[in-house]
């Protein structure tokens, strides 16, 4: 059973459009995180979120992108006017509860294409 | 700055060959931890194992192996008698450690492929 689940496994958009992508967590757990990884790269850190707030952010994380979770429960990441260069593997991952310095379980990511 | 360097991209083994994965990286913190992840063909993140500074003992499970030296700021991995399930991109990474009220984040090396033929 995966840590953490993603919505939705595959998605294709238009570039210009908005997209979201989702995480649900099995288990009640504080510190959440986007990675993405660009076919054939490595995996690069985007956000950190704790406690309903972001904690940390990357470089990539600029404008465009907004994290959120609304329901208490689902975590999304929301990309508001997607370019080409937004293909990626878009990964969710939660650490333990006690949230610090733990290996992160990710979910089994969001591949999104867009044309 | 935190960095993780895998200078290894691609290896290639036969199948009951023992192989070595290697890992250098760089941080100021004197409290950090390592992580080896493993990514199959399939796609997904597999937590192989995590590794504290303060902790240098090596440790062994089952056919794997890592080997964490912090006078070479190195954590490598071996696999004994490869398999072809064996097969995967490898990550070797690391966190800072944090306080409680900031979440870590891990920043990842850049993955050795390792292709094991039967």
């Known amino acids: 059973e995966p840590e953490v689940t993603q919505t939705p496994s595959h998605q294709v958009t238009q570039m210009g459009q908005e997209v979201i992508l989702r995480c649900v967590p099995i288990s009640n757990h504080l510190y959440f995180y986007w990675y993405r990884q660009i076919l054939g790269q490595k995996v690069e850190f985007l956000v950190s979120?704790?406690?309903?707030?972001?904690?940390?952010k990357s470089e990539i994380f600029d404008d465009q992108f907004s994290v959120e979770r609304p329901d208490g429960s689902n975590f999304t990441l929301k990309i508001r006017s997607t370019k080409l260069e937004d293909s990626a593997m878009y990964f969710c991952?939660?650490?333990?509860?006690?949230?610090?310095?733990?290996?992160?379980?990710f979910g089994q990511g969001t591949r999104l294409t867009v044309v | 700055a935190q960095k993780v360097t895998q200078a290894q991209t691609e290896i290639s083994v036969v199948e009951k060959e023992d192989v070595t994965l290697d890992c250098v990286y760089e941080?100021?913190?004197?409290?950090?931890?390592l992580f080896w992840y493993k990514q199959p063909p399939s796609g997904e993140l597999v937590f192989l194992i995590r590794?504290?500074?303060?902790?240098?003992q090596n440790e062994i499970s089952g056919r794997y192996s890592w080997n964490f030296q912090k006078s070479t700021s190195s954590f490598n991995f071996t696999i004994t008698a490869s398999q072809v399930v064996d097969s995967a991109v490898y990550f070797c990474a690391l966190s800072e450690g944090r306080s409680s009220s900031s979440a870590s984040k891990i920043i990842f090396g850049s993955g050795t492929r390792l292709s094991i033929r039967p």
């Open positions: 590794r504290n500074s303060f902790d240098e």
């Open positions: 979120f704790y406690n309903n707030e972001i904690s940390e």
């Open positions: 941080t100021r913190d004197t409290t950090y931890y």
């Open positions: 991952a939660r650490t333990g509860r006690a949230g610090l310095n733990t290996e992160a379980f």
